[in-house]
């Protein structure tokens, strides 16, 4: 499996067979990558004092741009904590199904 | 400056003369820093969080709780990708700092350098609006002040000089300051006008203040432009949006429900731009087109949608293509097959071809070429998921038929340039349908070959009765599936549908008919899977009260073997010629006095299938030898899997055997008419068989053969043993010389008998003796040039153990009814327990762990008065006592030391074996439910490993 499947979400039980996983540990862990990603945003607050500053063409310019910066920030912490930490729960969710499954490869093979 | 900037100041400049544009324009300074400072603040509060994220990141990326294939996609893509992708944002940020910082540091050189700085255009206009209409008054004074100077002059001049007041200073205090007084005149204006619009020089102090301020924000506005913001944060976010579409689909949505259209007509406006799409694009496509298929049930009015779809998938190739994908070419081939669409279909077909380099080799200034062509079977058999075998038969059977062309090679030479040398041509393969009378059929070209057949409907063509019959014999759905759909060619339909309609010998017979020339490798297969199955189903296992496993037997499943082994193997051949015939000499495999011996080519099928398929159980069972101890359920399911194939083999091998013996004692006649009978063996039948287990649990199968040729013999009635599976040659010169010695032990016990060896037959391509011992006959190998393991990865120390230790290796064996030569044979169990004593040493055996350890330090005490009787001589001159106790304990539990059991030589080992053998006085717990016996021999063969 490569990392771009990882990526489109392509988990498959296939890869996945003969994988260890200590599910109360890695969860832990995995708490604390969302745990550290939930907190991180730029907040409204920061355009407060916009009005005073924003008294060129330049100045609103740059405010759109910095608008677009704070949206691309802000999406990290939902890119975080549920599109990387999904997938990633998927991808262990199969790891504890792939033994069941992996048992039929011999009755195929024969 | 860029070419952007060029173009952002051309433009600017244009309007910077109208002052409307740049009304309300302001900047401030403390305001600006505060408004900046709140970034500042906010980039180093993200930054400081990141930091944290970077830890826990690095947690899950480095941790050891989840490893594996998944597992390093998912670390990699946390320790490298998503780790540069926020190493991005916060460089992105960083510059952003630094920006902020440019435009006030610029502002500050370029207009005010007052950290308290406030300009507004109004202001300043306002300003100088205030003072232009002071220098309008000043200048109207000033002139009528030079005017009544002049009327003054000129009328008193005479009496005296009238001096001319200087208003020249203040004059140019005001056009300095607000600009030159417009109502002096159209020159004036105009020079002030040119100078205003100057960047260089504007007029007037406040002009100049206005110009600096728009001048400032032109440049300001290249600066940011400059910056690459837009581009950068599109960079960052495509990165991240590939997830976020996915679980926000809503973000592109309407964009592309726009382009559905476009696929309706068909064309192809949308798919030239795929290439450009990104993985965004391509998996909303993808969904928005699945939803048509699926909820589509008007094929008439959809048929657009899934041509174009089709379009789009063999666009993106066949590479990309999720299960998802597959599920939706499946309903289109679906739909193209069931309404004979042979335009959708070849479409759908056109990514399931291949074309293979697989050998280049350099001549005469070019390249010689060999390809592999086929049918790419991987992806067809992913489509085929998604076909339900039985109420989408046609579908299935078709798309399974078209998977099982045989793959092809071709070769072709290249000149250097690359262009195909005269006389050659370039690899091909096309796939494509068309109709014939209303039928679907499909054609296959290639270089070498044109294939045409018709789609089928497997399902249908076995029928309920065949269906019924295949669940008879202990078929599952998706046993008979696989059976049903391994077709190629029209012969391979026949026999499947021949097999599983027949029950009895005479039908069997008649499927015997059939050309086996005419199989694919497919019909093979399809064959292969039958006869182990129906040999099978001749038997349970069971455990006795005892505790024992015995074989329990299926009387209707041994009345099935006997009707299918009497018709398709012991029956006459199929319809052919002799000379055709001559052509099967399969099942002997060698000339007997000039004469090939014959035998029947569904016989060859079945014992080559068998054995290619105990092969290949063979990799697997390397694999599960390593399996954690406590997974037996897996180790089980290998063995039963493997003892099925070990044992229909073994049940092949006696019928070839008994054949040949038959065909021996003919071909002692003299007569020629008596000779020429000999060569039908195919009257042969047998009458009966009965099977039942041996002390390893190993299936022992018991036949009657007779012979309606057979005139000179009192009786018809033979009685083989199982002959043990072989069938490769030997490999080493110790275990071929254990062989001979076992033969030579075994002709001498037959002999001490009373009885004579009176011929030989071919077994395993080589010649036996043949023992008539009443009537019974036993055919064992004299030569041994072509017996050898069936596994030949056991090291070869431990290989020589097996013959000595184990049943299975060489041995004879008296039985009531007669002797049995075992020819070094190692079943999957006897292999297994190999290689778990190779692993884990003897003490594997041992059922109290303080026992292993007590042995483990009797061996430490070990002193060199101890090694007088065994490992001792010149063999172990080099050795001493230290390394001898390694290898001992290597022996006893696997365990390595410095000194490697593999520089032992095979006689070494033995010995080694032997003085644990005799010297271990300690009363040790063996399993005592298997692992009994005198010496580690027997111990092992009656050990239970699993």
Redesign the interface.
């Given at each position: 499996?490569?990392?771009a499947?990882?990526?489109?979400?392509?988990?498959?039980s296939d890869?996945?067979q003969?994988?260890?996983?200590?599910p109360e540990?890695?969860n832990l862990?995995?708490d604390?990558?969302n745990?550290?990603?939930s907190?991180?945003?730029?907040?409204d607050?920061?355009f407060?004092?916009?009005a005073?500053?924003e008294?060129?063409?330049?100045?609103e310019?740059?405010n759109q741009?910095?608008d677009?910066?704070q949206q691309?920030?802000n999406?990290?912490k939902?890119?975080?904590t549920?599109?990387?930490s999904?997938?990633?729960t998927d991808?262990?969710t199969?790891?504890q199904t792939a033994d069941s499954i992996?048992?039929d490869?011999?009755?195929v093979?024969? | 400056m860029g070419v952007l900037g060029n173009l952002i100041v051309n433009n600017i400049v244009d309007y910077t003369i109208h002052s409307f544009i740049n009304a309300g324009k302001f900047f401030n300074v403390p305001a600006t820093r505060k408004y900046f400072g709140d970034w500042s603040d906010s980039f180093t509060d993200f930054e400081n969080y990141a930091n944290e994220h970077f830890v826990a990141m690095d947690a899950v990326a480095t941790t050891d709780t989840w490893m594996g294939v998944d597992a390093d996609a998912a670390k990699t893509m946390l320790s490298d990708t998503e780790t540069t992708l926020l190493n991005d944002i916060l460089k992105l940020h960083d510059d952003i700092d630094s920006l902020h910082a440019t435009i006030l540091e610029n502002f500050k050189l370029t207009v005010d350098s007052d950290p308290e700085a406030y300009i507004s255009y109004d202001d300043l206009t306002k300003i100088e609006n205030d003072f232009k209409e002071k220098s309008e008054a000043y200048n109207a004074q000033v002139k009528t002040v030079e005017d009544m100077i002049l009327d003054l002059q000129e009328k008193y001049s005479k009496y005296g000089d009238i001096r001319t007041q200087d208003f020249s200073a203040g004059k140019t205090a005001f056009a300095n300051f607000c600009g030159p007084d417009e109502s002096l005149g159209s020159l004036a204006v105009e020079i002030a006008f040119s100078k205003f619009c100057s960047d260089d020089e504007p007029e007037g102090y406040l002009a100049y203040c206005r110009q600096k301020l728009i001048k400032f924000d032109n440049e300001t506005q290249i600066l940011i432009e400059e910056a690459n913001i837009d581009s950068r944060v599109d960079d960052l976010n495509k990165r991240m949006a590939s997830f976020i579409v996915e679980k926000h689909p809503e973000y592109l949505q309407l964009t592309y429900l726009n382009n559905v259209g476009k696929f309706v007509s068909g064309d192809s406006i949308l798919l030239n731009d795929t290439y450009s799409w990104s993985l965004i694009d391509a998996k909303q496509v993808r969904e928005i087109y699945s939803k048509v298929i699926k909820d589509s049930s008007n094929y008439t009015v959809n048929r657009a949608f899934f041509y174009g779809y089709m379009t789009y998938l063999n666009n993106i190739g066949s590479g990309n293509w999720s299960d998802e994908d597959c599920e939706s070419i499946s309903m289109i081939m679906h739909l193209a097959i069931k309404n004979k669409d042979t335009e959708l279909l070849n479409h759908a077909l056109t990514e399931f071809t291949y074309t293979k380099e697989i050998d280049r080799s350099e001549a005469g200034g070019g390249d010689n070429v060999t390809y592999e062509i086929g049918v790419n079977k991987e992806l067809m058999s992913k489509v085929l998921e998604h076909v339900d075998w039985k109420t989408q038969g046609r579908t299935y059977s078709t798309l399974s038929r078209i998977a099982n062309m045989p793959s092809e090679t071709f070769k072709t030479a290249y000149y250097d340039n690359g262009e195909v040398r005269k006389g050659y041509e370039k690899p091909y393969i096309r796939l494509g349908s068309s109709l014939v009378d209303e039928k679907l059929k499909i054609t296959i070209t290639t270089n070498n070959n044109s294939y045409d057949f018709m789609s089928v409907n497997m399902y249908k063509k076995i029928g309920e009765e065949g269906y019924q019959n295949l669940k008879a014999i202990g078929m599952t759905d998706e046993d008979i599936c696989e059976f049903a759909n391994s077709v190629f060619t029209d012969e391979d339909i026949q026999l499947v549908q021949g097999l599983s309609q027949a029950t009895t010998e005479e039908e069997y017979y008649k499927v015997a008919q059939i050309n086996p020339e005419k199989l694919s490798d497919s019909g093979n297969v399809a064959f292969s899977i039958y006869g182990l199955q129906v040999f099978d189903n001749c038997y349970d296992y069971e455990i006795d009260s005892d505790g024992n496993q015995i074989v329990k037997e299926n009387k209707d499943g041994i009345n099935k073997l006997l009707a299918f082994s009497n018709g398709m193997f012991l029956g006459n051949d199929c319809t052919l010629s002799a000379e055709e015939r001559n052509n099967y000499e399969v099942g002997a495999q060698c000339k007997i006095e000039g004469e090939w011996v014959y035998c029947n080519n569904y016989f060859k099928m079945a014992y080559s299938m068998t054995n290619y398929s105990l092969e290949n159980s063979q990799t697997l069972f390397e694999k599960y030898v390593d399996l954690d101890k406590e997974d037996l359920e897996q180790k089980n399911k290998f063995f039963t899997a493997q003892k099925q194939n070990y044992d229909y083999m073994t049940y092949l091998e006696g019928i070839r055997a008994g054949v040949q013996i038959k065909y021996k004692n003919l071909v002692e006649q003299t007569t020629a008419s008596e000779r020429r009978k000999t060569v039908n063996v195919y009257d042969t039948q047998l009458d009966s068989i009965s099977l039942y287990t041996v002390t390893n649990g190993r299936i022992h199968i018991d036949f009657e053969i007779n012979n309606t040729n057979l005139t000179n013999k009192e009786s018809d009635s033979y009685k083989y043993y199982a002959i043990q599976y072989c069938g490769e040659e030997i490999d080493n010169e110790y275990r071929k010389e254990e062989y001979d010695k076992a033969v030579k032990e075994y002709n001498n016990s037959i002999t001490s008998l009373g009885l004579d060896i009176v011929g030989c037959v071919p077994v395993f391509g080589e010649l036996q003796n043949i023992v008539d011992v009443g009537n019974t006959i036993i055919g064992i190998g004299s030569d041994g040039e072509n017996i050898v393991s069936s596994h030949k990865e056991v090291e070869e120390k431990y290989e020589r153990l097996m013959c000595e230790w184990n049943q299975d290796g060489i041995s004879v064996e008296g039985l009531p009814g007669g002797n049995e030569l075992k020819i070094g044979c190692y079943d999957p169990e006897t292999i297994y327990k190999w290689n778990i004593v190779q692993r884990d040493g003897l003490s594997v055996m041992c059922v109290d762990s303080d026992d292993v350890k007590e042995v483990t330090l009797y061996i430490n005490r070990l002193s060199e008065d101890d090694f007088k009787n065994f490992m001792s001589g010149k063999e172990w001159n080099r050795y001493s006592v230290e390394e001898k106790k390694e290898i001992l304990t290597c022996i006893w539990t696997g365990e390595t030391g410095k000194v490697s059991i593999d520089d032992l030589s095979n006689v070494q080992f033995d010995d080694a074996v032997k003085f644990l053998q005799n010297n271990l006085s300690i009363d040790i717990k063996y399993d005592n439910t298997a692992a009994v016996g005198k010496t580690f021999s027997e111990k092992l063969s009656n050990w239970e490993a699993y």
């Open positions: 499996m490569a990392e499947d990882v990526y489109l979400g392509l988990v498959n890869s996945s003969g994988e260890y996983y200590n540990e890695f862990l995995l604390d990558l745990e550290t990603a907190i991180m945003t730029i907040e607050a920061v407060i004092s916009k005073a500053a008294g060129t063409n330049a100045m310019l740059l741009k910095l677009q910066v691309m920030t999406r990290y939902t890119f975080m549920v599109d990387v999904g997938l990633i991808c262990t199969n790891v992996s048992g490869a011999i009755d093979a024969n | -």
